[in-house]
């Protein structure tokens, strides 16, 4: 038997491979037949010896494959025998976490003759029902407003995402999970180049703001991603700026904004770039094209343009 597990999201392909593991090891409790072979080190021949070997106390053997693609050589010898080790009554686990060429041979054999499993990373609605899947497995629960600001703050990168779900959750016991609490507690993850994004608005040099932008796309970056990340920068910077037109201090802010430290650090000074009626504008605008790409009114990549066109 073969099993195939890749994908973008290492989160997830991880924990599905520490249950594959873990069962395994439940079922065959000797430990002595789990073998694991990285391929930028390994052959296939050290593949073959172990395949071939006796197997300890009559158990199934589970061997895991790691950065199998990148050996060529294994590759063409494993694909010359393939039909034996599909038939076997081992366990040959593939675990890719680097993107995996479609048109490779050893691809599209894996994914037509194996159990695969994709992990794409989560968007949107399923980002935030694993989040809230993840938060109420420890028996806590958490405001819908608070949810949205973790996926806000955190993204789709759900190591972090883990990471933070424990911290908030050993902060709050048995209580529910409030907007404060994200606040206070998780450093929000907003890309350098977003910051130097809202700079080249700020100094309304439309030319930069557009290569920062299409610069993003061309890295692989959702438009609505970017959007909620704009979106996210500049809700700050109109809370900030608010403050500032009422003589606040920037130590003073720390405590009155009610945003992590980090985030005032670094929006501080932009704020001061902006007046408050020209931010309140922003804010709509941003509205405004998220609610127009959401209904299908207009591709995202252009909304982002426009948007980007309009208010440079």
């Not at 968007?123 to 996926?151: D, M, Q, R, T």
């Not at 009610?258 to 501080?268: A, D, E, M, N």
């Not at 770039?273 to 209904?295: N, S």
Request: contains cysteine; positive net charge.
């Amino acid at each position: 038997m073969i099993i195939f597990l890749y994908g973008q999201d290492t989160y997830r392909s991880r924990r599905k491979l520490n249950e594959i593991i873990e069962h395994h090891k439940k079922i065959h409790k000797s430990g002595l037949n789990l073998k694991y072979l990285n391929l930028n080190e390994k052959s296939f021949e050290d593949f073959k010896d172990e395949f071939q070997s006796i197997s300890m106390f009559a158990e199934k053997k589970l061997i895991i494959f790691e950065e199998a693609f990148t050996n060529q050589n294994f590759k063409e010898n494993f694909l010359k025998k393939s039909k034996k080790f599909v038939d076997s009554r081992d366990i040959v686990l593939f675990y890719e976490t680097k993107e995996t060429p479609r048109s490779d041979p050893l691809f599209k054999f894996l994914k037509k003759y194996t159990k695969s499993q994709e992990f794409e990373l989560l968007e949107g609605e399923n980002l935030k029902n694993w989040a809230k899947k993840e938060i109420e497995n420890y028996k806590v629960k958490i405001h819908p407003i608070a949810l949205e600001k973790l996926i806000d703050y955190v993204g789709n990168d759900l190591w972090q995402m883990a990471n933070e779900i424990r911290k908030l959750v050993s902060y709050r016991e048995n209580k529910k999970i409030e907007v404060k609490d994200i606040e206070l507690l998780v450093k929000p993850k907003i890309e350098p180049e977003i910051f130097k994004t809202i700079d080249a608005i700020a100094s309304k040099n439309k030319k930069q703001a557009l290569e920062l932008i299409h610069k993003h796309l061309e890295k692989g970056d959702n438009p609505l991603y970017l959007l909620s990340m704009i979106n996210f920068q500049f809700r700050n910077l109109l809370t900030i700026r608010d403050l500032i037109e009422k003589n606040k201090s920037p130590y003073t802010l720390l405590g009155e904004a009610k945003l992590h430290p980090y985030v005032i650090k670094k929006s501080y000074s932009q704020a001061q770039k902006f007046k408050i009626d020209e931010l309140k504008k922003i804010y709509q605008k941003i509205f405004q094209v998220d609610l127009a790409i959401k209904t299908g009114k207009v591709e995202p990549e252009t909304a982002l343009d426009i948007f980007i066109a309009e208010i440079c």
